[in-house]
């Protein structure tokens, strides 16, 4: 990982940071900065973002300011939930390829794959046809995850009364409750905009199923999508 950013051997932190680390994250170490050293040591992502870092691992952050090396907080991974806005579309291609699914051991394919018109069909032009909604997520200022609906010909369609969804976050924010946020979010987005339902297509090995099934939608297909992959369409009324 990209730890040289950060001077490990002048990290510290205040009593009151220890406090703060400790509690917020519920470490029981007695020694706070050795406990962060590792911390960083083993980082999924760091994010420069004005005077700090925010150093993430497994759904937590610590936030580190850069010119001092004080350690300043740490907290369970938090992130903000907002509606798209046309200076988040250039992030569109980066969530449409985490979209992808990759089973477990499968090479990531390459990222060119987007730009086939199966898939690029989820983003040309977002925002410009009734239908083309969103929601993104934010932590420390940057999108980490984004909801979007389209009413396009792409596999999960229906017909033109029912957008259908596509939904992605960054690896290292996954599994800590923001992708449920954003679909409810999304949701809310949808109603007000007087659709009654929306649907998807998914994987059936891809563990986002029973993700799917959590927030109310059903399986109402099953088919093959371009590349033979068995899908499941699903739909929730909103
Ligand atoms: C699917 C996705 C958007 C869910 O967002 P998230 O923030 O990770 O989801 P939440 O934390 O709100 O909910 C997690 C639940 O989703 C399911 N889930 C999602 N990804 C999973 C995985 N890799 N393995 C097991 N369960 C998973 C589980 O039911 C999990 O509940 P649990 O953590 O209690 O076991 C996100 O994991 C992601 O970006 N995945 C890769 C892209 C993708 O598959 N998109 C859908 C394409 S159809």
Redesign the pocket.
Known sequence: MQNSIVNLDKLHTTDSGAVRIKRNLNIQADDVVLWCKEFVKQADLIIGQGKNLYVYKNGEVITINSKSNTVITGHPIKAKVRLMRMSDYVCLPEFLY?????PEGAVPPNRSIINSPQIFIYIKDFGTQPGDLGVVAESNGQVI?A?WTRIINAHGHINDEIPE???????E???????????KKLFGVLRANGYARTS????KD?????????LGYRITEEKLDHEGNEDFIMIKEL
């Open positions: 985490q979209a992808i699914f990759i995850g909801a969804l596509a939904i992605s976050l960054l690896p924010f996954r599994r800590c409750g923001i992708g449920t946020k954003l679909m998807l297509s998914v994987q891809n563990p986002a199923v029973e993700f799917y099934k959590r």
